[in-house]
């Protein structure tokens, strides 16, 4: 499974972004699609989950600010941000759990990041 992030850039305060990222390559399945961030200096964070019902869930400093979505038939998903803060600038990267066959393991699938400036 290969990921490519796509939709950062420079922003001002209180702008919006949307960030997507597409799966591609072998895949038999995938599960959760989430979103993490990681700001210089700091540890990578989560910042959003959506499972394969549909279900969400933000870390609590976005809450309210992003949403989470997913197009199943295109492997794709995307995190709308609003109201961005200066705090939100990070390099984000998408995540997913996923097989890429159904004898193989569930496992962990990373993009390259892309970077997120807003300035204040």
């Known amino acids: 499974v290969q990921l490519q992030a796509s939709g950062g850039g420079l922003v001002q305060a209180g702008g919006s972004l949307r960030l997507s990222c597409a799966a591609s390559g072998r895949i038999f399945s995938i599960n959760d699609m989430n979103w993490y961030r990681q700001a210089p200096g700091k540890e990578r964070e989560l910042v959003a989950i959506?499972?394969?019902?549909?279900?969400?869930n933000y870390a609590d400093s976005v809450k309210g600010r992003f949403a989470i979505s997913r197009d199943t038939a295109r492997n794709t998903f995307y995190l709308q941000m609003s109201s961005l803060k200066p705090e939100d600038t990070a390099l984000y990267y998408c995540n997913v759990r996923g097989q890429e066959a159904w004898y193989e393991r569930v496992m962990d699938y990373w993009g390259k990041g892309t970077q997120v400036t807003v300035s204040s």
């Open positions: 959506i499972t394969s019902g549909g279900s969400t």
